[in-house]
């Protein structure tokens, strides 16, 4: 149980099937190091396969910040094959699997969110700023570049030109700009930041749960150079008529009544 997880640096809170996962690190700013990292995956594994959770939303504790970067201190005297192996890790267990996630991930994001926490939020299938919401990467200006796959999300997000700017530069965007930008879905005011979050998630909870984890891995093939997205939709589509959740879902609209999808 999701409840009964020992979690030291993440609060978890269930609501109308949805999880909230705080990360608590207030004193470094919510910072990402191992043991959080570690905890992040185990929980979203389980999260996976707890069919009463029908969406996520990730966030930060305090008003300062969502996640204000990795630990750099834990990194600060790795070799060249410690690094590799740190963005790897990183990629698999957390920034990869969350886009690969088969249930939406909303990122809240209150105040700073920079170098892995941008690129958190970024992994995420959607993002809702605070008002006061900082976005950058930084990692030029401590002689790195992003490694959780923030070069190559970031361009897909707001174009390559803007990527290359905020990249090199290191500079950071203001909510509104994160907005105009394509970074951020909305922005609210601080005290409306999660209720926005959950606004979203009750629609996606009120869905077909079978679909949604489909049009997830169809709209992320689109970006894998590997696949034929639009082949991979023909693929998904097809497949889709064998679903009990199709079935209900058609019953339901010609019926006039809602529908109670089961979920297979």
């Given amino acids: 149980m999701i409840t009964e997880m020992a979690l030291e640096n993440i609060l978890t809170e269930i609501k109308n099937n949805v999880l909230v996962i705080t990360i608590n690190r207030p004193d470094k700013l919510n910072a990402l190091n191992k043991q959080t990292i570690e905890e992040l995956h185990e929980l979203l594994v389980d999260a996976e396969n707890d069919k009463s959770i029908r ?125 105009k930008w394509g970074l951020a879905n909305y922005v609210t005011t601080q005290e409306e930041l999660l209720a926005k979050c959950f606004d979203i998630a009750s629609k996606i909870v009120s869905r077909s749960p079978v679909a949604v984890k489909t049009a997830i891995k169809v709209i992320n093939a689109g970006y894998n150079n590997k696949l034929n997205g639009y082949e991979v939709e023909i693929e998904e589509f097809g497949k889709s008529f064998a679903t009990g959740d199709f079935k209900e879902g058609v019953a339901a609209f010609l019926e006039k009544r809602k529908a109670e999808f089961p979920g297979n």
């Fill in 55 to 179: 969406a996520l939303i990730i966030t930060g504790s305090g008003q300062k910040a969502f996640v204000a970067g990795a630990d750099i201190a834990e990194f600060s005297n790795y070799s060249v094959e410690e690094g590799k192996q740190l963005s790897s890790l990183g990629h698999f267990k957390i920034f990869n699997f969350i886009e690969n996630y088969s249930k939406p991930v909303i990122a809240a994001v209150n105040g700073f969110a920079l170098g892995g926490g941008l690129e958190l939020a970024m992994a995420c299938h959607i993002r809702v700023a605070s008002s006061n919401a900082k976005m950058g990467l930084p990692e030029v200006s401590l002689g790195v570049i992003p490694g959780y796959g923030g070069t190559q999300r970031l361009a897909q997000l707001v174009g390559k030109g803007k990527a290359f700017e905020m990249i090199v530069t290191a500079d950071m965007l203001g909510a509104e700009d994160a907005y």
